[in-house]
C-alpha cells in the first residue's frame, strides 16, 4: 500500500506525531495533505509573530493556522519592536480575532501602537478562555528622561470583560484569568471584574520611572493577590505612614518580589512590613540595614542554598526558616563579587555562619563561590572557607551529558558534618552519573567525620558500592524513578 492510499484519518492521526517544523512542511506537500496537516491542534495552538514573521507571506501563513484552529482555545503572542504599516493592517486584526480564544496572550510591541493594541483587547465577546495575559510596551531608550507614572492609557474594565455586553457591571462575569503581567503600563485604581480572579500580578516599570507613592492602586485593582512582583526606579513614599489596614494586605502576601534602586529597597523596608511577608525575592539589596531588616525574624536553624541564575548573569541566595517557614532569596550580580568589593551578600560573611544547619551548593557555582564564603577568624585569610556547626550538605551535580561528572575539587571545612547529600540534576535525562573513588575523594576535602551518603540522581556502578561503604557508615539510594 501507498502512502496516498491510506486513510485520510490514520493519516491525520500520523502527523500529530510530528513537530511544528515537520508539519509545516507536510503541509506543503500537496493539497490533499494541507488540510490534514492543518488539522494537527499543536498547529494552530501555538501562535506567535516575532519581528521577522512581520510580512505578507509570513502573516499570511499564521492566519492560516489561526483559522484551521476553528474556534479552539489558542496561545497568542507578539513580539515586534519596529515599525511596518502591516501592523495595523494585519497583526493587530490578529490580536483582535485571537482575544475571544485566547488562554494566554503576550504583547509585546513598540509604545506608537499602544493605541491600536488596547482597542484590539476589547472585543465585544471579552476573553473567556483567558488565563494568562502579558502585556509590556517598550519605546527607544531615553536615559536622561526620568518617567513619573502613569506611563500609557489605563487599563479599561471592559478589556477583559467576560460575557455579553449587557451584563450588569456589578455582577462579575466567571474568568479565569490567574496571571497578569503589566510593563510600562498605568493600571487602574478601580476594581476590574475580570481581574478580581488574578492571584498573580506582574507590575513592572522602567528602571527611571518615579512614583510618588507605594502603588496601593495594585490591591484595588486586584484584591485576590496572593504572588506580587513589582519593580521600576525609585518610590518616594510621600503619603507614609501607612495604615494598618494597607499594612495588612502586604502581611497577607503569600509573595513578593522587589526589584527597585537601592534608596528604595531601604525605604521599603522601613515603611512596610516586609519582614512578615511569607516569601521575599530581592533584587537591588545594599546595605548591612536591608539585610538586618529582612532576616529578622529569621533565626537558627537556617538552610542556605546557592544557586546560578538562569542567564548566568546573576546567582541567588536563599535562605529558609524552619521555625517560621518564612524564605527570603536574594539575586546577586556577578559582576559585584570582585577582590576587594564591598558590594557582596552579608549572608556569605561569617557572623552567618553559626545560624545554618544546611547549606546546600550547586557544582556549576561551587569554584566561584568557593573564594567569598566565609574563613576561619583564627585562620589567614587564604585559609579553607569554613562552616564550623553545618550538619548537613547538599550538593546539586548538574550535567547534561551522558558521561561521569567530577565533582569540586576546591575544598571546604565542615567539622561538624554528618550527612552528604548529591542531587543529579539533568534536564534530559533526570540523573547523573559519578565515579565512587571521586565521591569519598570529595568527602574527604570536607571532613573526616564518619558520615552518612544520600544519593538521589547521581548515579555509582553497583560495583563500587564496596569503595563507598569503606568511607561512609551509611549509603542510602533515593533516585526519584525508585
Known sequence: MSIAQLPAEILAETFTYLRWGDTSRSARVCKAWQPLAFANPFYSRDIVINTGDVNAEALAFHWTRFRFGGSKPIHFGIQYLGHSRLVEKELI????????????????IHSFYRMDVERALCPSGGAPHLENFLINYKTEDEPHLDYYMPLGKNLEDKMFRCGPDDEPPSVPSPCPLKCAMIYNTMMPSKSIASFESVTELWFNNVWNTHMDDFPWFLF??????????????AIFFRNAPYSEKQLDRVRALDMLDIHFQSDTMRGLFTHLPLNEVKELHLVGVDGEITYEHALSRMSYPLVIEIASGEDRVEFNITVRCKQSGLVRHFVEPYSNYFPNSGNTNELLLDCFMDQISELRLQTSIWSFVNPWLPRD???????????????????????EAPHVVSLPTEPLSLPKLEWLVLKGTS?????????????????????TNPLILELCGAIVPQSSYDILRSRFQEVHMNHPWM
Request: positive net charge; hydrophobic residues 40%; charged residues 25%.
Open 93 to 108: 486584526r490578529m490580536l483582535r480575532a485571537a482575544v475571544p480564544r485566547a488562554k494566554e496572550i503576550y504583547v509585546t
Open 220 to 233: 484595588d485593582c486586584c484584591p485576590n493577590v496572593r504572588h506580587l512582583r513589582i519593580a521600576g526606579g
Open 377 to 399: 577568624e583564627h585562620m589567614p585569610p587564604e585559609s579553607v572557607p569554613y562552616y564550623p556547626t553545618v550538619p548537613r550538605l547538599v550538593v546539586s551535580v548538574e550535567s
Open 427 to 447: 534536564v534530559e535525562y533526570g540523573f547523573v552519573y559519578v565515579d565512587a573513588r571521586d565521591v569519598v575523594a570529595f568527602a574527604n576535602r570536607l571532613t
